[in-house]
């Protein structure tokens, strides 16, 4: 081939113009799809997410389960309660009827409230990491975009709420705020319980989500394709729900992910300590804390709330860390 | 660094403010009343209204606000129904018990303080000891165990660990007493032996973040030319690990560690309640559930207390360990 | 020739900054009083070094930046203080390419909707169909119009830069700020988008300001040529003025640097300009170039050059002691010595 045959093809062909990959499968392969394709590949993310996915199925199947069990979870088996108020039988009274054993005293199923106990706390769970995200992505995105005084306004917020010390105002809000609706002798129904542990964790929540979304968004403003919408004559709607908030799924989708189990913490350890959920609505924290009166004659009744606390816990971090992993793999390690 | 630290003594003043603000707006304006809450016995409207005119709850709130304030600093005339003259610094009258709040402090914070700082001790050690060995042995065994470890730790919860260290340390070996408090002059052995469940418990949440955080960034600055050029110019591995990367490994570390310490309050709140020790936590639950609020209120400006002072400190730590830091 | 297109007035740039222990404020002046104008379906070639003032200028021109001072017309249009609305029909008319391919794409959308974004944004639907545009714009750019549901990662970047280049024509503009297209590129490539922006500067009779910092591109492209130092044009006019008979020193300077295939074994002198580049914090009075120039006396430091055509020539120069025409490198090779 001579040289003029080389000048002439490179004319001919505009280099630039042949397309990576000339086959005719013609939707590309989206970041998000790519992620997803990492995903599947680690393994210990998808055991952890099917743990997940396990877990959040029996708590939504909860009444089915008590239907198919045959046990409600307030149903009281005085009768296989001995004297000294400890279930009958080996580690805590498990049997082929009562898989998990009973409660001391009371002698209620642990198997059935530690079901109905899961869909207490994923049910606050998600409805909190749902409302920070929410808060602290549109506060993070205005906040950044928009600089000035409105960002100093709302990182001084962050700052600030970041110093507060939680659980200490948690214990102080609680009361005061049932204090404000309810009196001293009023029965607090637990919807309202439930409402105040939600707007709790909103109110301390939403920095960490925020404080990330602004974060990227200050990097992602200076970024060309953004003066492109705007030379183009975008608006602010545009710009920041249009071409930001697509941007800002991986991460929003990670702390997503990475807060419900933190709230899955944060509730047990308010209704540990009183403050949260309370008696007879089944819950972990609330069974913990009666446990540990009889950690030294019934350990069954500590274990198996703890262990199944623990696997949910660890399910979603452990998916979490893999999410995270797939969406952003420079951060693999 | 002078104008640095006074710069930083001026924003935690200005937290410090704020906080009180919140937390006064939040006792004593929100609820809808404070008396009848309290009020256990004899709950007559008459004898209300009178306990309220002696509280103050009538006066302007600036007013209360203005004298809450001078009570801390100067001490203050809280009349003969509540005890009469309160010194600086003055949190005001238990509703409960009648006491003076800074007399409850007093007596619950060293058992408080005996918790948190062999705890944070212990679990700085463990958990950067732990990340940045097996961030220099990576893929190991140890590596592996280590992270095993930091994953089991940030998934457990501080009262199922500490009600299974009871049940195994002093239900079943009886190897150690239940857990207690004694004074630390009084008898250094049982104070210890009391105790060191509580820091165990503590120790092994904790650490587990600091293992993670120290392990990832370790490995980072292995990384790093300069770690590198160290290397390179003939410096023995541990001078150059240890002098180079550490430092510049640890600088991220000091700022969780400033912003962990809102945690590890919660977290004795958590463990005096599960180890049924008396500190601050175990005083502020209890005073919760009488609807005590000068104790809630005071529990509060602490804490905050504790946090800001502790983010000084760690700026300043910041500020020795990183020179580009004094500039900002 | 007909009334200018875009005709720029004084267009200032200031931005304010703090500065030292006090916190002082300051302003670094960018963009220093332009004086151009922009006819239909020319191309002014904007040169200059990196921090000269000439991207600053571009993202004025199509109102990312509010100038400080100065006037930009457009159409007989000042759309200097035009807020965003009324700035609308007029940014149909007023696009930019930018000088990066993979910051200014986003990368979560598809090409479809990369190059669609100006038509949905202006809430425009064109006769046959948004894909339909979409496509034709893509083909008009030498892309395949299959690709239109592809994202950006999945394209080199000469084919990023023509989905830049579909994207700024879906508007039927009449002028293109082009900001350094082809900087970003390899050297093989960028022959290759010059000559498309060129293709379609003569089917779309499309006016380009045209900003790069490398001559020999600018040459290929631009009619005209302003050459700019430290926010200042210190030569305008034609191109083969500019090229074959400069007349401000730094053009000669930066001429001086351009490789030369043509004349390839001839002895040849470059002009190694001495220091660096002063602050736009605070440059230095009169003649900016001054302190580097080996003409530099007095009156130079006193007065400031205005930008006039000077005798012998049909260019216009901000110069004291302009270059004599046809002068060769006997002053040149003085210098460098």
């Not at chain 3, 080996?294 to 006193?302: G, L």
Request: with cysteine; charged share 20%; proline share 5%.
């Amino acid at each position: 081939m001579s040289l003029s045959q080389i000048e002439t093809d490179a004319a001919g062909v505009d280099a630039t113009a042949v397309p990576v990959a000339p086959q005719p499968g013609m939707v590309g392969r989206s970041p998000g799809r790519l992620a997803w394709a990492r995903l599947r590949a680690n393994r210990t993310a998808m055991v952890s997410g099917w743990i997940m996915v396990f877990f959040i199925v029996l708590g939504l199947a909860a009444p089915l389960i008590e239907l198919v069990y045959g046990i409600s979870p307030f149903e009281q088996f005085q009768d296989k309660i001995a004297n000294n108020s400890l279930p009958l039988g080996y580690f805590g009274g498990v049997s082929g009827e009562h898989w998990f054993g009973l409660e001391p005293q009371l002698g209620r199923d642990i198997f059935i409230r530690l079901v109905y106990g899961l869909r207490t706390s994923l049910f606050i769970a998600t409805s909190a990491a749902l409302l920070t995200t929410a808060l602290g992505i549109v506060l993070g995105i205005v906040s950044g975009y928009l600089g000035g005084w409105i960002d100093g306004v709302i990182s001084w917020v962050i700052d600030f709420a970041l110093a507060l010390p939680f659980l200490i105002f948690a214990l102080a809000i609680m009361p005061t705020v049932t204090a404000r609706f309810y009196g001293p002798r009023d029965e607090i129904p637990v919807p309202f319980r439930i409402g105040v542990m939600i707007f709790l964790f909103a109110l301390f929540g939403w920095t960490g989500t925020a404080r990330l979304v602004r974060g990227q968004v200050i990097s992602l403003r200076e970024r060309e394709f953004v003066e492109a919408a705007r030379a183009s004559g975008a608006g602010l709607f545009h710009i920041l729900f249009r071409q930001l908030l697509p941007n800002l799924w991986a991460p929003i989708l990670v702390s997503f992910s990475l807060a419900v189990p933190g709230y899955i913490t944060g509730e047990a350890a308010l209704s540990f300590l009183g403050i949260g959920v309370v008696d007879p609505t089944p819950d972990f924290g609330v069974m913990i804390n009666k446990s540990l009166s009889y950690a030294q004659t019934d350990p069954a009744y500590l274990i198996f709330p703890g262990v199944v606390i623990f696997l949910l816990v660890l399910a979603f971090n452990l998916f979490g860390d893999g999410l995270r992993d797939a969406l952003d793999p420079k951060s693999s390690r | 660094m002078l104008r640095f630290l006074i710069k930083r003594l001026l924003l935690g003043a200005l937290t410090m403010f704020a906080v009180s603000l919140v937390a006064f707006g939040m006792f004593f304006m929100l609820p809808r009343d404070a008396v009848a809450t309290m009020c256990v016995k004899n709950c007559n409207p008459e004898r209300l209204e009178r306990v309220r005119v002696e509280l103050g709850l009538k006066d302007p709130l600036v007013d209360q606000y203005t004298g809450y304030m001078k009570g801390i600093f100067v001490g203050r005339d809280l009349g003969s129904a509540q005890g009469g003259f309160c010194d600086a610094p003055c949190l005001g009258y238990s509703y409960t018990s009648s006491e003076e709040v800074s007399d409850i402090f007093a007596r619950v914070l060293p058992v408080t303080l005996s918790i948190v700082i062999p705890a944070a001790v212990l679990w700085l050690g463990l958990g950067i000891g732990l990340g940045m060995v097996s961030a220099l042995r990576r893929g190991t065994v140890f590596d592996r165990l280590a992270i095993g470890f930091s994953l089991t730790g940030a998934s457990m919860q501080l009262y199922f660990v500490g009600g299974m260290l009871m049940i195994i340390f002093v239900y079943t070996l009886k190897i150690l007493p239940v857990p207690h408090y004694t004074s630390l002059w009084d008898d250094p052995l049982d104070w210890a032996s009391g105790l060191v469940l509580a820091w165990v418990a503590l120790a092994f949440l904790f650490s587990a973040v600091y293992a993670r955080l120290s392990r990832a960034q370790m490995l980072e600055t292995l990384a790093e030319d300069f770690v590198r050029t160290a290397r390179a110019k003939g410096l023995t591995k541990s001078r150059a690990y240890g002098r180079h990367a550490l430092r510049a490994a640890i600088t991220p570390i000091v700022t969780i560690a400033g912003l962990d310490i809102g945690g590890a309050l919660g977290g004795t709140v958590i463990t005096e309640t599960t180890f049924g020790i008396q500190g601050l936590g175990r005083t502020a639950v209890e005073a919760v559930r009488l609807g005590d609020l000068p104790t809630i209120m005071a529990t509060v400006l602490i804490s905050a207390v504790f946090i800001v002072v502790a983010n000084i400190v760690v700026d300043l730590l910041y500020a020795v360990i990183d020179p580009r830091v004094r500039l900002g | 020739m007909s009334e200018a297109l875009l005709k720029v007035r004084g267009l200032t740039k200031h931005f304010a900054v703090r500065q030292g222990a006090t916190g002082a404020k300051a302003s670094v002046r960018a963009v220093d009083g332009l004086d151009f104008d922009v006819h239909a379906g020319e191309t002014l070639g904007l040169v200059g070094e990196s921090g000269c003032g000439k991207t600053t200028t571009g993202r004025m021109l199509v109102r990312l930046l509010e100038p400080t001072a100065g006037s930009i017309e457009f159409q007989g249009r000042d759309i200097t203080t035009l807020g965003r609305r009324a700035m609308r029909p007029l940014r149909q008319d007023l696009q930019i390419i930018f000088q990066d391919p993979y910051s200014s794409l986003n990368p979560r959308h598809t090409v479809g909707k990369i190059v669609a974004m100006p038509l949905e944004v202006n809430g425009i639907k064109p006769a046959g169909g948004v894909k339909a545009r979409v496509q034709e714009l893509l083909e008009l750019v030498g892309l395949n119009p299959e690709h239109y549901n592809r994202f950006p990662h999945e394209f080199s970047g000469g084919q990023r830069q023509r989905i830049g280049i579909a994207r700024a024509l879906a508007l039927r503009p009449k002028l293109i700020v082009a900001d350094e297209p082809v900087s970003a590129l390899d050297v093989s490539i960028q022959a290759q988008v010059v000559n498309l922006l060129r293709e379609l500067q003569r089917e779309l009779d499309l006016a380009f300001v045209f900003i790069a910092h490398d001559l020999a591109i600018v040459r290929h492209f631009s009619r005209r040529v302003a050459v700019m130092y430290l926010g200042k044009v210190v030569e305008i006019g034609d191109r083969a003025d500019i090229y074959e008979r400069p007349r401000h020193p730094y053009t000669k300077a930066l001429l001086s640097a351009v490789p030369d295939v043509t004349a390839f074994g001839e002895q040849r002198q470059r002009i190694r300009l001495t220091g660096d580049v002063p602050t736009p914090l605070n440059p230095p009075s009169g003649c900016r170039f001054r302190t580097r120039c080996w003409k530099a006396q007095d009156v130079c430091a006193a007065e400031e050059p205005p930008l006039i055509a000077r005798e012998g020539s049909a260019q216009q120069v901000a110069c004291h002691f302009p270059e004599a025409v046809g002068v060769t490198s006997e002053h040149v090779s003085e210098v460098a010595a």
